[in-house]
């Protein structure tokens, strides 16, 4: 395996990219008491239209498969994998985003056996026409569920008011109607064109020791066949600079209504430096103007515009990105128009060093915080690592950054016509 100290972190990262494809990364902590194991596909939510592996031609596969296909791995024909996990005193659970699916687990004992575990139930997976059918009435519960929540609506009503075509706009769980229409031979499909180990990133932090947990997975690897890798090829419609909407209404029986604005991100950086240079700016922004100490933050809650609920959010990824800010507010139209207004009037300011250089050291504070967590830096290690980007190298490129860069920036990032609404108010009289 290969060795990387980085001196500034006092953090060494293992890193191996085994013959089948699988990169593996080891974060050796024996200060701590517990491990925790994420094995990571890169395919999600709005990977919808692809060519599947060993075809020719480019299927589109109902919304909300991926998602689907995370709940039926852990079924297998004789048992449930939760329950093996359990026996070893492992935590384990998965998640299904836009761009990943993942499967997890935290232990503080056994760890090779749940390793072991994690490994090969991913790698083996069993579906059966009566289970598929089983798990429909299942995800409908869960999907009414969401529907039912003021937060989840106004979340993918600000994505689908921003998106017109991109698959992003869609629920990761799909609808009642599309998860009718999936069928076990979909699921197959789906899991043999992404869930090959090159396509998959293994990444495990902890009270483990580097070069055993290394050589067991490479045993376990080397015990299983796979067909040669594939070019993956993913297809995603043409997507308009502009927004799909600029305001969005949603009747619900809500107490307080919600406003959320959202800003559609274009022209992402295809540079893995200039792409993380734009999330870091983009953060500082928000934070700039929208922390519990920013400029705006206090005008807003002053005027009775906002509560404890107000929050924002950046999400970037290679073919698309938003941000979302906003909450619960008496004034839904009130509160909507003053973040546009604030939003817009960036390309007229500028910071000054000492603004930028505080903001940078918050920044940067946080992340370094955050790192005491195994969970934040084996999630932020992977979702970099599948970007092509060494997430720890990127600590070095916040403290790169200047005030200059970022002003330039304030003056390009905004236009109007990437802004949107969307309103959740009541539907009672």
């Given at each position: 395996?290969?060795?990387h100290n980085y001196e500034q972190l006092n953090e060494t990262i293992y890193s191996d990219q085994l013959s089948n494809g699988?990169?593996?990364?080891?974060?050796?902590?024996?200060?701590?008491?517990?491990?925790?194991?994420?094995?990571?596909?890169?395919?999600?939510?709005?990977?919808?239209?692809?060519?599947?592996?060993?075809?020719?031609?480019?299927?589109?596969?109902?919304?909300?498969?991926?998602?689907?296909?995370?709940?039926?791995?852990?079924?297998?024909?004789?048992?449930?994998?939760?329950?093996?996990?359990?026996?070893?005193?492992?935590?384990?659970?998965?998640?299904?985003?836009?761009?990943?699916?993942?499967?997890?687990?935290?232990?503080?004992?056994?760890?090779?056996?749940?390793?072991?575990?994690?490994?090969?139930?991913?790698?083996?997976?069993?579906?059966?026409?009566?289970?598929?059918?089983?798990?429909?009435?299942?995800?409908?519960?869960?999907?009414?569920?969401?529907?039912?929540?003021?937060?989840?609506?106004?979340?993918?009503?600000?994505?689908?008011?921003?998106?017109?075509?991109?698959?992003?706009?869609?629920?990761?769980?799909?609808?009642?109607?599309?998860?009718?229409?999936?069928?076990?031979?979909?699921?197959?499909?789906?899991?043999?064109?992404?869930?090959?180990?090159?396509?998959?990133?293994?990444?495990?932090?902890?009270?483990?020791?580097?070069?055993?947990?290394?050589?067991?997975?490479?045993?376990?690897?080397?015990?299983?066949?796979?067909?040669?890798?594939?070019?993956?090829?993913?297809?995603?419609?043409?997507?308009?600079?502009?927004?799909?909407?600029?305001?969005?209404?949603?009747?619900?029986?809500?107490?307080?209504?919600?406003?959320?604005?959202?800003?559609?991100?274009?022209?992402?950086?295809?540079?893995?430096?200039?792409?993380?240079?734009?999330?870091?700016?983009?953060?500082?922004?928000?934070?700039?103007?929208?922390?519990?100490?920013?400029?705006?933050?206090?005008?807003?809650?002053?005027?009775?515009?906002?509560?404890?609920?107000f929050s924002y959010e950046n999400h970037l990824e290679r073919n698309f990105g938003f941000t979302i800010i906003g909450g619960?507010?008496?004034?839904?139209?009130?509160?909507?128009?003053?973040?546009?207004?604030?939003?817009?009037?960036?390309?007229?300011?500028?910071?000054?060093?000492?603004?930028?250089?505080?903001?940078?050291?918050?920044?940067?504070?946080?992340?370094?915080?955050?790192?005491?967590?195994?969970?934040?830096?084996?999630?932020?290690?992977?979702?970099?690592?599948?970007?092509?980007?060494?997430?720890?190298?990127?600590?070095?490129?916040?403290?790169?950054?200047?005030?200059?860069?970022?002003?330039?920036?304030?003056?390009?990032?905004?236009d109007e016509s990437r802004i949107a609404t969307c309103i959740v108010q009541s539907n009672q009289s």
């Open positions: 395996m290969k060795r699988l990169r593996v990364h080891i974060l050796p902590k024996p200060e701590m008491t517990k491990a925790y194991a994420i094995f990571t596909t890169n395919y999600g939510s709005i990977d919808q239209s692809f060519v599947p592996i060993k075809q020719s031609e480019s299927i589109t596969v109902p919304d909300g498969i991926a998602h689907f296909l995370e709940h039926k791995m852990f079924e297998k024909e004789d048992r449930d994998v939760f329950q093996d996990f359990s026996k070893r005193g492992a935590s384990a659970n998965a998640y299904t985003s836009f761009t990943k699916t993942a499967y997890l687990f935290s232990a503080t004992a056994e760890v090779k056996e749940n390793l072991r575990t994690l490994l090969n139930f991913v790698q083996d997976p069993y579906f059966s026409e009566e289970s598929v059918e089983k798990e429909k009435g299942i995800i409908e519960q869960e999907i009414q569920m969401y529907n039912d929540q003021p937060d989840w609506r106004a979340f993918f009503g600000t994505i689908k008011s921003m998106y017109q075509y991109h698959p992003v706009q869609i629920d990761i769980a799909g609808t009642v109607d599309s998860i009718q229409n999936i069928t076990k031979d979909d699921l197959y499909t789906c899991y043999h064109t992404f869930y090959h180990p090159s396509n998959m990133v293994l990444f495990i932090a902890g009270n483990v020791d580097p070069e055993e947990i290394g050589a067991f997975v490479r045993e376990n690897q080397e015990n299983k066949n796979f067909e040669p890798a594939e070019p993956l090829k993913r297809q995603f419609p043409s997507e308009p600079k502009a927004v799909a909407e600029k305001e969005k209404r949603i009747d619900m029986p809500v107490a307080v209504p919600k406003a959320l604005v959202g800003l559609k991100e274009t022209d992402l950086p295809e540079d893995p430096k200039e792409f993380v240079k734009k999330e870091w700016f983009i953060d500082m922004i928000l934070d700039y103007l929208f922390s519990k100490s920013g400029i705006e933050y206090k005008k807003l809650y002053e005027e009775g515009l906002i509560d404890q609920s619960n507010t008496e004034d839904p139209e009130g509160l909507a128009e003053n973040i546009q207004h604030s939003l817009l009037r960036l390309k007229e300011q500028k910071l000054d060093e000492e603004s930028f250089q505080r903001l940078q050291r918050k920044k940067l504070g946080q992340t370094l915080r955050a790192m005491n967590s195994l969970e934040f830096m084996a999630n932020q290690y992977t979702h970099y690592d599948m970007l092509g980007v060494d997430f720890f190298e990127t600590i070095q490129w916040l403290e790169d950054l200047h005030y200059q860069e970022l002003n330039q920036f304030l003056h390009d990032w905004i």
